[in-house]
């Protein structure tokens, strides 16, 4: 079993910053991919960035030259750097990580954290 779990949200002002982190603990032989959902009160999940086991990473547009995703020398924590935040950017953000263990891949998903962006 392999436990995420978040921390960092909260109320910001439009232009602020936040910093979300996830940890991953259990039983596993490495992590693939980490990455970072929101969803929004009444809408889809969608992607915000997400980060593989070689470094690179991958952005949704609408946080391109805001948000920068990392991950601890031993890869078993990812970060969001959220800057220039904005009332649209209010959600609940998840944290997910593909995690291998032996021979099998397995998706995981935090709780999530409340991020509110106010105007």
């Known amino acids: 079993q392999v436990q995420l779990v978040e921390s960092g949200g909260g109320l910001v002002q439009a232009g602020g910053s936040l910093r979300l982190s996830c940890t991953a603990s259990?039983?596993?032989?490495?992590?693939?991919?980490m990455g970072w959902y929101r969803q929004a009160p009444g809408k889809q999940r969608e992607l915000v960035a997400t980060?593989?086991?070689?470094?690179?990473?991958k952005y949704a547009d609408f946080v391109k030259g805001r948000f920068t995703i990392s991950r601890d020398n031993a890869g078993n924590t990812v970060f969001l750097q959220m800057d220039s935040l904005k009332p649209e950017d209010t959600a609940v953000y998840l944290c997910?990580?593909?995690?291998?263990?032996?021979?099998?891949?397995?998706?995981?998903w935090g709780q999530g954290t409340q991020v509110t962006v106010s105007s």
């Open positions: 997910n990580a593909e995690v291998g263990v032996l021979a099998l891949s397995y998706l995981y």
């Open positions: 980060i593989i086991s070689s470094g690179r990473t």
């Open positions: 259990g039983s596993f032989s490495n992590i693939n991919v």
